[in-house]
């Protein structure tokens, strides 16, 4: 079973920045949508089509945070700036074969990487 790994997660002050890293699998084959959601519910916050040709965010994190993908094509990134304590939650990050915001549609997820930040 394939899994994706998180990183970058921590503790920041409101204000501060974080940079979400996903290590892809090698063969992205069949999926052509990367993700973040966060918390139990998975909730999303940004998705992009594995080209990179479109991109979407959640209305709260619009302006703040910025999904990429490195030129290599191995690593989803999530750059997370003017943090908010409202943002705590545990980032996942996900691949699908369809688009949009619904978590039902990503089949591969990662364990998570905690985000908290203080006021």
């Known amino acids: 079973q394939v899994q994706l790994v998180e990183s970058g997660g921590g ?11 996903c290590a892809l699998p090698g063969n992205t084959f069949g999926w052509n949508w ?6 139990e519910e998975r909730i999303h916050v940004a998705g992009m089509s594995l080209g990179g040709e479109v991109t979407e965010y959640s209305d709260s994190v619009k302006g703040r945070f910025t999904i ?3 030129s290599g094509k191995t690593t989803l990134y999530l750059q997370m700036n003017k943090l908010r304590p409202e943002d705590t939650d545990l980032y996942y990050c996900a691949l699908g074969s369809v688009g949009g915001t619904d978590p039902r549609f990503f089949n591969i997820w990662g364990q998570g990487t905690q985000v908290t930040v203080s006021s």
């Not at 503790?11 to 890293?21: D, E, M, N, P, Y």
């Not at 990367?34 to 918390?39: K, L, P, Q, S, Y």
């Open 11 to 21: 503790s920041v002050q409101a204000g501060g920045s974080l940079r979400l890293s």
């Open 34 to 39: 990367m993700a973040w959601f966060r918390g």
């Open 68 to 70: 990429s993908r490195d």
